[in-house]
């Protein structure tokens, strides 16, 4: 079977380019190429994606990867999504250099099925440059994400001048690109027949976005740093780990407020390392909390083996976000058989049972948040049965051999549909 990818990743090709080592698209590669399938399952991979400067085609062990240069827009262009901020359609003038570029990749690898990963950038494309097979695996949903992708208490206004006046320019048109981003992942989404998801809220945003398109769950396999049992060092001090990217949509916000309440109100000795890109500035203005003055320490992007020393040593993991689908970080922590602590957003309660493999608070509750960590830190019986289960529960969820398993059959049931 020729299996022909689109992803916003690089994946294998040539390993210096992988961030942080690679994510789950990389596991997921090595998890195809490595696994024990039968012969006539065998899988014969192309891997295309955006990066400037590269060969065409690469032969790459047993992969053949197509690097796509990225386009970007004329003086002229940039000038009319000035004049026309609300105009969705202004990206439309980059499609083409896309599908055309994709239609090329298609034609050279002539796959049998084609999975695109994330309807959130350009890759989606792929599905107008070509009539064969082809399925959607769902990452994030900009159609959603795009209602709180500021915070409460966050204006338009205030994101745009968070950085100064010099930064303004930029920011306001980043915002008016979401917007055009959204109408692009729609036009995406309507025009495939088929979706991976693996959460009930990418299922049931599907069935509005594109009630046509057939779902098919599908699993992610983790880092493989993470499979392995390793035994857990609950700390005599509250250790609290977060990773957090840069969207102010990921809840650094709400982070502090927990962290301020637990310093002054609480009063108890404890300190939280957040990983990941942190620009702490717009959320400090807007909650008016020093990161320094709560005990919260940015550590930065950490590789797998960082952060998972971390997380073993640590009471519990919280994640905040404002809206998410299934987040890898809270799997990773599960995994570890560390309690996980996060908000009751999007796709997080497919991942976490409440009570039972985590705990589940409101996003505009920071005071559950605390008690939620209060109760995993003072009970050490229910923090290390919590953690456990979530680590059991997780082992099957992401179990390499079962997830490859799953996507073959997903690819032989979208040709058999598309045929």
Not at 24 to 42: K, V
Not at 168 to 185: D, H, I, P, T
Request: charged share 20%; glycine share 6%; proline share 5%.
């Amino acid at each position: 079977m020729r299996v022909l990818w689109f992803t916003n990743s690089p994946c294998n090709y040539g390993k210096g380019n992988r961030y942080n080592g690679g994510g789950w698209m990389t596991a997921l590669q090595d998890g195809i190429t490595t696994s024990n399938i039968s012969a006539e399952e065998s899988i014969e991979l192309g891997i295309s994606f955006v990066m400037n400067d590269q060969p065409e085609r690469v032969e790459q062990g047993e992969v053949t990867y197509y690097p796509v240069p990225l386009d970007v827009k004329s003086m002229k262009d940039k000038i009319m999504d000035a004049l026309h901020p609300n105009d969705v359609h202004r990206d439309k003038v980059l499609w083409t250099h896309y599908i055309s570029h994709f239609k090329r990749v298609i034609d050279d690898f002539q796959p049998d099925v084609i999975e695109v990963f994330g309807s959130e950038l350009y890759m989606g494309l792929a599905s107008f440059a070509t009539n064969k097979p082809c399925v959607l695996h769902i990452q994030g949903l900009l159609s959603q994400y795009i209602h709180i992708f500021l915070p409460p208490g966050v204006s338009r206004m205030k994101y745009i001048f968070k950085d100064g006046i010099a930064k303004a320019w930029g920011n306001w048109q980043f915002l008016n690109y979401w917007n055009r981003s959204v109408y692009r992942e729609k036009s995406i989404l309507k025009n495939v027949n088929h979706v991976i998801g693996r959460t009930d809220w990418d299922r049931q945003l599907m069935a509005i976005l594109n009630p046509h398109a057939q779902y098919h769950y599908g699993g992610e396999i983790l880092r493989a740093e993470f499979y392995a049992k390793q035994e857990r060092q609950i700390p005599q001090k509250l250790t609290i780990v977060s990773t957090i990217s840069l969207p102010p949509y990921k809840g650094y916000d709400l982070l502090l407020k927990i962290a301020k309440i637990l310093n002054e109100e609480v009063k108890i000795d404890f300190e939280w390392k957040v990983y990941g890109n942190v620009d702490p500035r717009l959320a400090e203005s807007l909650t008016k909390i020093k990161h320094g003055h709560v005990n919260v320490k940015l550590c930065g992007v950490a590789s797998a083996m960082q952060l998972k020393e971390a997380i073993l040593n640590a009471t519990v993991y919280v994640h905040p976000s404002y809206t998410e689908n299934s987040p890898n970080s809270i799997c990773e922590a599960q995994i570890l058989g560390v309690p996980v602590i996060a908000t009751n957003v999007g796709g997080t309660n497919s991942l976490v049972e409440d009570g039972k493999s985590g705990l589940l608070f409101p996003a505009t509750d920071p005071y559950i948040g605390v008690a939620h960590i209060m109760r995993l830190y003072k009970d050490k019986q229910a923090n290390i049965a919590i953690g456990n289960n979530a680590r059991n529960i997780a082992l099957l969820r992401h179990d390499k051999r079962t997830i490859v398993k799953q996507l073959i059959q997903t690819y032989k049931d979208v040709m058999q549909h598309d045929r």
